[in-house]
């Protein structure tokens, strides 16, 4: 079982590859007493539901003893279970698609990787004139790591009486910040590349800011969101504002990424582009292994399906005979089995709103590798 803060691709992938069928629940754990609301009612509402719908019983057991095991709280547990054991399981918080149960021959992965996708992998700095506090965030995870910096130089302070020899103490203290920002900016690429982190998230002591900014790696300048949130490094009780904003630019960050994807599909949509849109065409590029992104609508009033195989590229959304001593193709939802194929394929995925503007015809697209 894959279960903690972070939920890799590899994991997905090992998910989505497994024989099914599948158990996918996302179960909000929020107590509300002002409602009367009781978690382990609701729970066991949700449990006697699934069963009537014909849930295994060994994968309820599973997944009613993960549930009672999870602290209660904000947020929604996300729990897959196959053949009565938990494959994969995380609490997702702010989770706005919970109380969603469904069994089928494949995971349901659509509110996961939607949440996921909001969450873009990022490093938060907050610096001052010694050094800098980093947080370093992978795609999807509720905790950081944490590391600290330490410049090489300690002698930062510019304001001493001395006459004559305040020139010399003010710029031996400025070329100490110099050189302390100079580390912090190494460490700095070295942990933005390391969660492959495309958004910086600055705070701190302004002069510290900007000698930093100064000695940034060129590919961070150029490839690297960075974007100001409040707070220094002293214990000035800034943090839980500085989470919020550190949430809201994150989220931002994700909407980003989804209205660059969404250009490029509009651009590519030339008889020589990139862009591929509708069902048949989607499918077909899946199965030619030809997909770079997958562009796919949550849409949980589809009933579209598709046909899928062992193997990564078979896909289908025909249903056909089988060849001599092949096994029968698996229907299943349309969603479902082209975010399989695309996880096992290496394409990227990118989950729409049902009202997104822009939007690839017939809910399902993406972007080529190559035309």
Known sequence: ????????????????????????VYFDLEVRPEMGEDVEARWQGLCRDLARRGAAADD????????????PGSGALAAFASAGEVRLST????????????????????????????????????????????????????????????????????????????MRYQHRAEDSWEHNAGKVAETLGT???????????????????????????????HDVSVRPVSGSRS???AWPDRRVQVDTETCRAGRDETAAL???????RSPRGRAVEGVHATVRALAEGRLGTLLITDDPSSRVGAWFGPRATDITDRRTAPAPGQEPLVRGPLADVAVRSALL??????????DEPGAPSQGIGGLTNYT
């Open 262 to 268: 969404l250009r490029m599909l509009d651009e590519g």
């Open 60 to 71: 309820l057991s599973v997944l009613t003893r993960l549930f009672l095991s999870t602290p």
């Open 345 to 354: 394929t290496g394409a990227d995925i990118r989950v729409l709103a049902p």
């Open 235 to 237: 214990p000035d009780g």
């Open 91 to 166: 609490v997702l918080p702010g989770c706005e698609r919970s109380g969603l149960a469904l069994s089928g021959p494949l995971p349901h992965l659509l509110p996961l990787l939607a949440w996921r996708q909001d969450r873009p992998a990022h490093v938060v700095a907050v610096v001052d004139r010694t050094g800098a506090d980093l947080q370093l965030y992978p795609r999807g995870a509720t905790e950081a790591v944490h590391r600290t910096v330490t410049g090489p130089d300690d002698e930062i302070e510019r304001n001493r009486p001395g006459g004559t020899a305040q």
């Open 191 to 221: 942990a933005l590349a390391e969660v492959d982190a495309r958004v910086l998230m600055l705070a701190g002591d302004v002069r510290a800011r900007q000698y930093l900014t100064k000695h940034l790696p060129s590919w961070v300048r």
């Open 1 to 24: 079982m894959t279960t903690g803060t972070e939920i890799g691709t590899e994991a997905l992938r090992e998910l989505v590859a497994a024989p099914g069928p599948v158990l996918s």
